[in-house]
């Protein structure tokens, strides 16, 4: 089983697969990757000038992840693997990537095993995601993300495993750069064909965390050199990458801005305010079903600020890099 240590490169740039228990060494920092930064990295090299140019532009390191899972239920299903490609600012190598088999505590499907050929035997003795839970805040700290999917699948998904572990940590106010989104609005529709079309050759490994981690990272760096007109900066991808998310208030899509407040966007109250539903008795029973339903962490929080009658307000376009959802901050009582 993976353990999320770094590894060294291959000749040919890829990193070998690792095994064993999971203690992991600390983090090497920015400066540790600088100083070896006059090291030739042929992967990243590989990777052509305008994702040079983009590296360039970072101000913080860019976190790429994927996640192989239990099924395609961000709140309900379990990661089996995860892995961490890291970027950062101005440095030409990759820091990764850092993979771990987990332990669900659940049987992994027959179905999910055919997509990623990951069986319950192969997670057996390995750590759970709570085991985990503090390496994998370390290697995020202080990233914005980036993958394929992201959106609306693995962030959703990373995010409830870290409340089931009972660790706080906010995912919701970095920036997002997804590939498939970039993709999706450039050409039609899978990773397998995303590799095939912006790096032209075809994806070795598919379905394993790892190799569709470096597989959007090079599908990133073939739509860098491919569409001049995108920009080469992570505020203006994370801008494209989330357009279609600003009319949502949550990452679950169960609310919707309407007059720069949240609206029902589902059930027997859609398109009521949610100010008015918390302020109705005869709805507040139906805001507190939800906070114990399945629902993502992100949309129970805006649920338990309206019901504590601090509902969030929209912020005004520009004046945040997030993608206008509720912000804490930011309410309706002022």
């Not at 101000?59 to 996640?67: G, K, M, N």
């Not at 450039?186 to 050759?201: H, I, M, N, Q």
């Not at 569709?212 to 860098?224: F, K, R, S, W, Y």
Request: hydrophobic letters at 35%.
């Amino acid at each position: 089983m993976s353990n999320g240590n770094r590894r060294s490169r291959g000749s040919d740039g890829t990193r070998p697969a690792e095994s064993g228990a999971p203690g992991q060494p600390p983090l090497p920092g920015i400066g540790d990757a600088v100083e070896d930064g006059d090291v030739s990295d042929p992967f990243f090299e590989s990777l052509g000038p305008r994702f040079r140019t983009f590296v360039d532009s970072l101000d913080r390191p860019l976190v790429f992840f994927d996640t192989e899972t239990t099924g395609t239920d961000p709140q309900q299903d379990r990661i089996v693997e995860i892995s961490i490609v890291r970027l950062l600012p101005g440095v030409h190598r990759i820091d990764g990537p850092y993979t771990f088999r987990v332990d669900p505590q659940r049987p992994i499907p027959e179905a999910a095993t055919q997509v990623h050929g990951i069986s319950n035997e192969d997670v057996r003795g390995c750590p759970t995601f709570a085991a985990i839970a503090p390496r994998i805040v370390e290697l995020i700290e202080g990233a914005d993300f980036a993958g394929f999917n992201v959106l609306r699948f693995d962030l959703r998904l990373l995010e409830a495993e870290f409340a089931r572990a009972n660790v706080d940590v906010d995912l919701r106010s970095r920036r997002v750069v997804d590939a498939q989104v970039i993709f999706h609005s450039k050409e039609p529709r899978t990773l397998s064909a995303a590799v095939r079309f912006y790096r032209g050759k075809e994806l070795e490994g598919a379905h394993g965390a790892e190799a569709d981690t470096l597989a959007t990272v090079e599908v990133l760096a073939g739509q860098l050199e491919r569409y001049e007109d995108l920009p080469v900066d992570a505020d203006a991808l994370h801008a494209l990458s989330t357009k279609h998310e600003r009319a949502y208030v949550d990452s679950g899509r169960k609310f919707v801005w309407k007059d720069d407040e949240p609206a029902f966007n589902f059930g027997k109250l859609k398109g009521m305010s949610l100010r008015d539903a918390a302020a109705n008795p005869e709805h507040q029973g139906y805001l507190k079903w939800m906070l114990t339903g399945s629902f993502d962490p992100d949309t129970k929080r805006v649920v338990r600020q309206a019901l504590a009658g601090d509902v969030p307000r929209r912020k005004p376009t520009g004046e945040s890099t997030t993608d206008n959802r509720a912000d804490d901050n930011t309410t309706g009582n002022a």
